[in-house]
């Protein structure tokens, strides 16, 4: 049954009532004040961190009744329960209170000797002060990957800040989990991916508890655009669930063979959905049973790429990309701490410079999934999917003129920006230095303005990335405490837990609290402009996942039509005649003569609008065609031509026009043979 977060009751513990109990008796901590305004909560636990921000977060909408605030399309909240349990430590809250929370991992007492993914990931040898609260001499830190970022209550000031979207991908990888050497539960991923998100909604019910009941807390897990809208407009957090895990549905592919099946993926669909996950990955750093990654570069692609054979049975496979999109160079930096788990006498093979783009990408298990998420009005994050996945998850949603497309943190090819947007898509750039952030936004800024959108960003926190670092105390332009918030509600000083006080200026951005801090360094480095389009992305965000919602697959007026061509190839066992290529199946095709000038016409019985066709060619595709519409079937109009196909599946966008014939007009084939289609569709939007 799908659970109902804005409206979900669940008895306090003992433990939570007394800590309630003991706040109240105690007084409220430094960073709260008496209750008396609604954004400060009744009842912090004591001892807690503090806030540091005054001023009410705003609510309400811009004159245009749209939503305002910053998005995070892409954080891990809950990854402290991912990879067998003991990778990154310490939670983001716990009813035992703050000291339980931020505490270390076991094995990195005394000294972090043992902290091996540490010195895996970050260079070293992991060593560092294990110590969390009260003192948090070493951690978290900018460059620490394995400590948690996201205790509640950084959150919490991150929303205070001017946030209003969070997307917390629930992660895990089953083989980082089952080659770590410490962990406490199943390596299963999906028992993982469920963990997360019980423990998400657990959160929900704590910050509940300290403003009085359920419902009345800023943490709103919400599972539909408008349920969404409703908790910003109330100046509140929107908390969306999403999925980024490598084995989606138990769909590993092991020596190229798939490990699931299309009932395994409806289900596993319908399982998420109903957990209130709205946004998911399909693939996760390596090659599954849906589709191929894009790599991983220098060391740390090698090691994937170990991992990578310890799952699948096989290595990367790489090809010369056919276009001017390709995916991460892998290079051949060594990896040996990795490489050792490999078996005796293999070893990771070399690539050419030129053969840049995975092999592997959308299968057919993986447009099922695709198609799955449209029917549930879902939305697909395409980083991390190799460019053959993405060309043809693309092609999909352009065929089917379907919006839910996100980009959460700067890992699809950039030149797949305006097609994204094209189709209503969202995009958000990882949390990179406030100079490379700035000339990131700067780059595509004109993209933004043509089609009206905002911006976001991706944290990744506790995503093993690493987050910007501190810029220096002594740099001409640093961040000035106190600030004021983007939209000026709020001031914001130094940020206080335990015995330490984070700067930005000289601490990077260490956690989450530090967020705000790292828009105004944006600000200050790259100007209000940016901040301005990051303070849109809640408008934009919405507006993706609200036209998902309220997408309908458009009728297909060519299905069963009449149709005619100007040749058939002649074949004694089958047909290819022009009826197959409107029959609505997806395994017959109508195939012609093997010259150039060829056409395919389908009658549409009566005049209608036309202004979207699509084209799915089988490997006989044409370089150079045209789109032509008739109200007689004589005379003929070019609505829509290219000179560069390649093949695939193709969509023809104009300005709807009255036709009752439809035709494709081959002028120059792309291979030796005719020109061959699986399907052609004709629908009026």
């Not at 539960?185 to 998400?200: G, P």
């Not at 390709?326 to 788990?341: F, L, M």
């Not at 914001?492 to 801090?517: E, S």
């Amino acid at each position: 049954m799908t659970r109902q977060p804005l409206h979900r009751r669940r008895p306090l513990t003992v433990l939570s009532l007394l800590l309630v109990v003991l706040a109240m008796a105690l007084g409220p901590t430094p960073s709260s004040a008496a209750g008396t305004d609604w954004w400060d909560p009744t009842a912090r636990p004591a001892p807690d961190s503090r806030i540091n921000v005054t001023g009410e977060p705003f609510k309400g909408t811009g004159p245009q009744g749209e939503v305002r605030g910053f998005v995070d399309a892409h954080n891990h909240i809950m990854a402290n329960e991912a990879f067998g349990g003991r990778l990154i430590c310490g939670k983001p809250f716990s009813e035992a209170g703050i000291a339980d929370a931020l505490k270390d991992c076991p094995e990195h007492y005394p000294d972090g000797s043992l902290a091996i993914f540490d010195f895996i990931t970050n260079g070293g040898d992991g060593r560092h002060d294990p110590d969390g609260w009260p003192t948090f001499a070493d951690w978290p830190a900018h460059d620490s990957l394995t400590h948690q970022q996201n205790y509640y209550a950084w959150v919490e000031r991150a929303w205070r800040g001017g946030q209003r979207v969070l997307v917390n991908d629930l992660v895990t990888n089953g083989v980082i989990c089952s080659v770590y050497p410490f962990k406490d539960r199943s390596c299963d991923e999906m028992t993982s991916i469920r963990l997360q998100a019980k423990l998400t909604y657990d959160m929900q019910d704590y910050v509940d508890a300290m403003y009085g009941g359920p419902g009345k807390g800023w943490f709103r897990i919400v599972t539909d655009s408008a349920q969404a809208r409703d908790v910003i407009e109330q100046g509140k957090l929107a908390v969306v669930l999403g999925v980024e895990t490598s084995e989606p549905f138990g769909c590993k592919q092991v020596l190229d063979i798939a490990q699931c099946d299309k009932d395994d993926i409806d289900a596993g669909l319908d399982e998420l959905y109903d957990l209130g996950v709205r946004s998911m990955f399909l693939c996760h750093k390596f090659d599954n049973a849906l589709c191929g990654v894009r790599f991983d570069e220098g060391t740390l692609g090698t090691a994937i790429n170990v991992g990578q054979f310890l799952s699948t049975g096989t290595f990367w496979q790489t090809e010369k990309c056919t276009g001017p999109q390709h995916d991460n160079p892998i290079g051949g930096a060594s990896a040996p701490n990795a490489e050792k788990e490999l078996p005796a006498g293999v070893d990771v093979p070399e690539y050419d410079e030129d053969a840049q783009c995975n092999k592997r990408g959308l299968t057919d298990l993986g447009e099922h999934a695709v198609r799955g998420l449209m029917e549930r009005g879902m939305m697909l994050e395409i980083d991390h999917m190799s460019v053959k996945a993405t060309g043809r998850a693309l092609d999909l949603f352009e065929a089917e003129s379907y919006p839910g497309v996100i980009s959460s943190h700067s890992w699809m090819d950039l030149n797949w920006t305006e097609r994204v947007y094209r189709l209503g898509g969202f995009i958000a750039q990882y949390m990179h230095g406030s100079e490379q952030f700035g000339a990131e936004a700067e780059r595509t800024k004109a993209l933004r303005d043509k089609y009206d959108v905002g911006y976001g960003y991706g944290t990744d926190m506790n995503g093993v990335g690493g987050w910007p670092a501190p810029r220096g105390a002594d740099t001409s332009d640093p961040v000035r405490y106190p600030f004021r918030s983007a939209d000026g509600t709020a001031v914001l000083d130094r940020q206080t837990t335990g015995q330490r006080t984070w700067d930005i200026n000289t601490d990077g951005a260490a956690h989450y609290g530090l967020v705000p801090d790292w828009i105004e360094d944006i600000r200050l480095v790259a100007g209000q402009g940016v901040v301005d389009d990051l303070f849109r992305g809640a408008e934009s965000y919405l507006g993706t996942w609200g036209a998902s919602e309220r997408h309908e697959a458009a009728v297909n007026l060519a299905k069963d039509a009449p149709a005619t061509a100007s040749s058939s190839e002649s074949n004694p066992f089958t047909s290819y005649a022009p009826g197959r290529a409107v029959d609505g199946k997806g395994d017959t095709r109508w195939a012609s003569d093997w010259s150039d000038d060829q056409w395919l016409r389908v009658d549409l019985g009566t005049t209608r609008t036309v202004g979207r066709v699509t084209l799915d060619w089988e490997r006989a595709f044409a370089k150079s065609y045209r789109v032509e519409v008739s109200a007689d079937g004589t005379n003929w109009r070019s609505v829509w031509s290219t000179t560069a196909g390649d093949g695939g599946l193709d969509t023809a966008l104009f300005s709807g026009v009255p036709a009752r014939y439809v035709r494709v007009h081959g002028l120059e084939r792309g291979t030796d043979w005719g020109y061959s289609l699986y399907e052609m569709g004709v629908h009026s939007r």
